[in-house]
C-alpha cells in the first residue's frame, strides 16, 4: 500500500469508529427516552407520547440515514428485555421510527440546508403516521385486544369523540394525527438543538475531512 493510500485510510477509519460510537451513544439516549412518557389529554390513557425517535432524527442528519434506522433499531432490542407485547411493540416501534428518521435523512444527505432538513422531516412524519395506521390495525391492536377487550378500546376513543364507529376510524382520526405530532415535536427540537450539538456528534471526523481538504493529504502517522 502506498503512503498516499495508507494516510487517507486512516481518517476514513476514525470516521467509521466515531460514527459507532455516536450511534451506539443516540441508542442509549433513545433507550432511556422510551421511558419519559406521557399521557396527551386528547388521546386514550394508554396511549403515551415520548420523543425517543428525537436522537434517532439528530442521528439520521448528522451521519445519515442508516445511523438513524440503526439507533431506532438499538434501543428497540433493547426494550426487547422489559417487553410486554412479545417484541410487538417493539417491531412496530421501528418501523414507525425508520419510517420517519430515514427519509429525514436521505433529504438532508442530498441537499444540506435548514428547509431541506426541515422537508424531509415532514416527510418522514406524514410517512410514519400513514404507516402507523397499519402497523397499529394489523400488528399492535391485535395483540392489545389479548389485554383489554376490543370493545374497551373502541369506547375509549368514543368516550372522546362519540362519532368514530370502528378501531379503523380511530386510528385515522387519532392515531396517525397524534403519531404525526409526535414526529414534528422531534423535528422542532432538532431543529433547536442540532447545530450546538454538531461539532461533538461529528467529531473526528469532520475534522479529518477539514484537514484533507486543506492540505490535500490524509492524516500523518
Known amino acids: ?16 469508529v466515531w460514527k459507532m460510537t455516536m450511534t451506539a ?10 421511558f419519559f412518557e406521557f399521557s396527551v389529554p ?20 448528522a451521519m445519515g440515514p442508516v445511523s438513524g434506522a440503526m439507533v431506532c433499531l438499538v434501543k428497540n432490542l433493547l426494550h ?14 421501528f ?13 438532508y444527505q442530498r441537499w444540506k440546508g435548514r428547509k431541506s ?23 399492535v391492536y391485535p395483540v392489545y385486544y389479548n389485554f383489554m377487550p376490543k370493545e374497551a378500546i373502541l369506547v375509549a376513543y368514543q368516550m372522546i369523540f362519540p362519532k368514530v364507529e370502528n378501531i379503523l376510524q380511530c386510528l385515522i382520526v387519532f392515531n396517525a394525527p397524534f ?4 414526529g414534528v415535536c422531534s423535528v422542532a427540537i432538532t431543529m433547536l438543538v442540532y447545530k450546538p450539538l454538531s461539532p461533538l456528534l461529528k ?3 469532520r475534522s479529518a475531512k477539514t484537514v484533507q481538504k486543506n492540505t490535500g493529504k490524509g492524516y500523518q502517522a
Open 1 to 16: 500500500m502506498s503512503t498516499r493510500n495508507a494516510t487517507s485510510a486512516k481518517p476514513t477509519k476514525q470516521r467509521d
Open 95 to 107: 418501523l414507525l421510527g425508520a419510517a420517519f428518521v430515514v427519509p429525514a435523512g436521505l433529504v
Open 117 to 139: 432538513a426541515v422537508a424531509g422531516a415532514l416527510a418522514g412524519a406524514v410517512l410514519m403516521a400513514s404507516i402507523s395506521i397499519v402497523s397499529n390495525y394489523f400488528i
Open 179 to 182: 403519531t404525526f405530532a409526535k
Open 203 to 205: 467529531g473526528n471526523y
Open 25 to 34: 451513544m443516540l441508542s442509549a439516549i433513545a433507550f432511556v427516552l422510551m
Open 80 to 93: 426487547l428485555f422489559m417487553t410486554t407485547t412479545g417484541g410487538v411493540g417493539e417491531l412496530s416501534n
Open 42 to 61: 386528547i388521546m386514550p390513557s394508554f396511549i403515551k407520547m415520548d420523543l425517543s425517535e428525537l436522537p434517532a432524527l439528530i442521528g439520521a442528519f
